[in-house]
T-cell receptor, first 110, second 114 residues
């Protein structure tokens, strides 16, 4: 079983839609959860960073962590064509190593 | 401020050759990590260095090695290249090695092995 599982998609939505991206993880000891956005042929860019359970909101983006279910989510409201990218969930272990999901390719159509 | 810089941007090698990839971290950052991202997959951890010492190693063969210099820049070396080494190699820098330190990524070096 992979430590972090993510549906690779691809996911295609119309402009203005609400997007929901999800990951599950296996180790209940994980405490630090991240979402990175990666445009084609670029490095990952940090979008959201969450410690432990709960919600975090930043503009159109909301990250949720449910440690009881080992489930993390990213919601994008009012999606824009510029949001088209690959979204990677990542979990950081105590040693500072990032464990990534496979990435979900998102396309927002005008 | 400059972000994480990696060189070269692209590289084409043939099987059996070796390659050296370079990374300069964000000013003030003392830790550098290397990741391999195969097309269609998430990045996989290769190495972590802090203050010139290896602090972590992923599940990669001994053909992969790295080092960190006194100015905190880093090199990743891969010997005896295989076709399967074709990937985007990413460098990330952070202040320290504890969890909660945000890792910032460079644009990567795209390696093609023919």
């Amino acid at each position: 079983q992979k430590e972090v599982e993510q549906d690779p998609g691809p996911l295609s939505v119309p402009e203005g839609a609400i997007v929901s991206l999800n990951c599950t993880y296996s180790n209940s000891a994980f405490q630090y959860f991240m979402w990175y956005r990666q445009y084609s042929r670029k490095g990952p860019e940090l979008l959201m960073y969450t410690y432990s359970s709960g919600n975090k909101e930043d503009g159109r983006f909301t990250a949720q962590v449910d440690k009881s279910s080992k489930y993390i989510s990213l919601f994008i409201r009012d999606s824009q064509p510029s949001d088209s990218a690959t979204y990677l969930c990542a979990i950081e272990n105590q040693g500072g190593k990032l464990i990534f999901g496979q990435g979900t390719e998102l396309s927002v159509k005008p | 401020d400059a972000g994480v810089t990696q060189s070269p941007t692209h590289l084409i090698k043939t099987r059996g050759q070796h390659v050296t990839l370079r990374c300069s971290p964000i000013s003030g950052h003392k830790s550098v990590s290397w990741y391999q991202q195969v097309l269609g997959q998430g990045p996989q951890f290769i190495f972590q260095y802090y203050e010139k010492e290896e602090r972590g190693r992923g599940n990669f063969p001994d053909r992969f090695s790295a080092r960190q210099f006194p100015n905190y820049s880093s090199e990743l070396n891969v010997n005896a290249l295989l076709l399967g080494d074709s990937a985007l190699y990413l460098c990330a820098s952070t202040l320290g090695v504890q969890a909660k330190n945000i890792q910032y990524f460079g644009a990567g070096t795209r390696l093609s092995v023919l």
